[in-house]
Structure formats: structure tokens, C-alpha cells
Nanobody, 123 residues
């Protein structure tokens, strides 16, 4: 498993970004995946999770209605579409590879993590 994140950057309040995470080590499989973030001075926070075929997915209450997780056409690639971004969304966003069929919100259910991609929302 080799998770490669992309799509972070600097955006103004109200803007949008799309993060992508590809498992370059197992491109032909389809595994449960999740997104977490860590803001400066704060603990890691669950953001979104999706199962193997995309039939089950949910996001944290803090981003509900603004963020959407989905599976891309390419296997073992997931996207996190973020809209109406706020300064409090500023954080490093991490993609994670889950165990089983669906890993949910608990970090201990994930066994591999990406390097992270910075998202900065200016006010």
C-alpha cells in the first residue's frame, strides 16, 4: 500500500478544492479508505470514509453538506470534494487505507496513512 495524496493548496473562504488519494501500490484493487485532518494545535479529526465499492460513505458532522467523499473511476482512488471552505478547515489532510469492508471513523481501523497534503483557507 502506497498512498499518494494530491490537490491541496491555498484557497479563499467560500472556495473549493478536491483532494485525491491513490494507492499506487495496489492500483487494481478497491479498498475502504478514509480522510482525516490535523489542524495546528489540535488532535487528529475524522473527516470522511467510504467502503470498497462506494455504496457506503459518510462524512463528519463538522463538514456535512460541504464535503463529499467518492470513489474515482480509477480503482483504489478516492476523492474528497470540499466546497464552501472556511478558515477552520485549514489543516493537513491525510488519506488512510482501511481494513475489512468499511473502516468508519475510528483511526485504529486504518493501517496505512499518506504523507498528508496541506489545505489553507484564507479569510
Amino acid at each position: 500500500v502506497q498512498l499518494v495524496e494530491s490537490g491541496g493548496g491555498l484557497v479563499q473562504t467560500g472556495g473549493s478544492l478536491r483532494l485525491s488519494c491513490a494507492d499506487s501500490g495496489r492500483p487494481s484493487t478497491s479498498d475502504p479508505m478514509g480522510w482525516f485532518r490535523r489542524a495546528p494545535g489540535k488532535e487528529r479529526e475524522f473527516i470522511a470514509a467510504i467502503d470498497r465499492d462506494g455504496s457506503t460513505a459518510f462524512v463528519a458532522d463538522s463538514v456535512k453538506g460541504r464535503f463529499t467523499i467518492s470513489r474515482a473511476t480509477a480503482k483504489n482512488t478516492v476523492n474528497l470534494q470540499m466546497s464552501n471552505l472556511k478558515p477552520e478547515d485549514t489543516a493537513i489532510y491525510y488519506c488512510a487505507h482501511g481494513r475489512g469492508r468499511f473502516a468508519g471513523r475510528w483511526a485504529e481501523n486504518y493501517d496505512y496513512w499518506g504523507q498528508g497534503t496541506q489545505v489553507t483557507v484564507s479569510s
